[in-house]
């Protein structure tokens, strides 16, 4: 009975200190996202961390950021736009490392139309 209460208790302090431990991205961040014709388009990311929570906005899309997740350098959220008198939905997935998100977009619906870019700390 002891070992199972030491070993329940462990296992709470780790996911105590996994929570902890998520990346620190509260702010604003920039990035150059590919666009049609080659071009390049400047989003700004505004995000706000509560717990394993990732909340804020996506300004180029000039939406809120939805089921938004951060696990460690870890995370992920759902940008919903209306283009054309249409819905459409896009999936982030993020990996922080420094000043600096590894991003990969998918449209929702097809899983399609993959792009990779990188968004820059502007503030904190």
Known sequence: MKNRITMI?????????Q????ADINGKWIAQTPSSGG??????????????KLK???????????????NGDDL?????????G????????GKVSGNEIKFTRTRSATGGE???FTAVRATK
């Open 9 to 17: 208790a462990a296992a709470i302090l780790i996911l105590v200190v």
């Open 19 to 22: 929570s902890a431990w998520a």
């Open 39 to 52: 071009k390049k388009r400047e989003m700004t990311f505004d995000f706000k961390v509560e717990g394993t």
């Open 56 to 70: 804020g906005t996506v300004s180029g899309a000039a939406s809120p950021i939805l089921e938004g997740t951060i």
């Open 76 to 84: 992920s959220f759902v940008v919903v736009v209306n283009r054309g």
């Open 86 to 93: 249409g819905k459409f939905g896009y999936n982030y997935k």
């Open 114 to 116: 993959k792009v990779e």
